[in-house]
């Protein structure tokens, strides 16, 4: 089945403890990209890539970090997490072009 | 800076009759916009998209309008169904920001029987 996997679905851990969100695709995708959603505020982009190697700020990148070692895996990487980082998280990848994102299905963040 | 604005967040609706769902933009350089649909717990899913060459693209029951002298553009469900309760997001990309995808803030649409 062709899908985007996050995981973990559910994380709770407390401020400046180092965490990591991993996220796969199985459909050879190159582009894939990180949104965080908050309430009136939509669907705001953290990072992108369009391909292995090349990854770029989004809307939102301050706090976050990105890698594109292989194509298919694409990580979120939060250094020293801050309250203001919990929010539900979104990895999505497509062809490319105006091809339409394929999301996951979300990990909820909080920092305490 | 919101660039792309759904000001209702949400709708209730009578089954059977039209859900029209709204938004707006403010950037000229988007030739694409798209919508999508959210369950709870699940990822956004695509549902219809519309170039900027088209004035408006029908799939079933769902259809797109796009006004770009108003930048505006809506999406119509005709008949609603229970099973259309869901977030409506709709997205925009385009000129040099052709890899961003930006999204609206969501219409929560609720399908009453």
């Known amino acids: 089945e062709a899908q985007v996997t996050q995981n973990p679905r559910y994380l709770i851990t407390v401020t400046g403890k180092k965490l990591t969100v991993t996220c796969s695709q199985n459909?050879?995708?190159?582009?894939m990209s990180w949104y965080r959603q908050d309430p009136g505020l939509g669907l705001r982009q953290i990072y992108y890539s369009m391909n292995v190697e090349v990854t770029d700020k989004g809307d939102v990148p301050e706090g976050y970090k990105v890698s594109r070692k292989e194509k298919r895996n694409f990580p979120l990487i939060l250094e020293s997490p801050s309250p203001n980082q919990t929010s539900l998280y979104f990895c999505?990848?497509?062809?490319?072009?105006?091809?339409?994102?394929?999301f996951g299905n979300g990990t909820r963040l909080t920092v305490t | 800076d919101q660039q792309v604005k759904q000001n209702s967040p949400s709708l209730s609706v009578q089954e059977g009759r039209i859900s029209i769902l709204n938004c707006d933009y403010t950037?000229?350089?988007?030739?694409?916009f798209l919508w999508y649909k959210k369950y709870p717990a699940e990822g956004p899913t695509f549902l219809i998209s519309i170039s900027s060459i088209k004035d408006k693209n029908e799939d079933g029951r769902f259809t797109v309008f796009l006004n770009k002298s108003a930048k505006h553009l809506s999406l119509h469900i005709v008949p609603s169904q229970p099973g259309d309760s869901a977030v409506y997001f709709c997205a925009a990309s385009g000129g040099q920001g052709a890899q961003k995808l930006v999204f609206g803030q969501g219409t929560r649409l609720t399908i009453n029987p």
């Open positions: 950037n000229s350089m988007f030739d694409y």
């Open positions: 999505a990848s497509k062809w490319g072009g105006d091809s339409p994102l394929h």
């Open positions: 459909m050879n995708h190159e582009y």
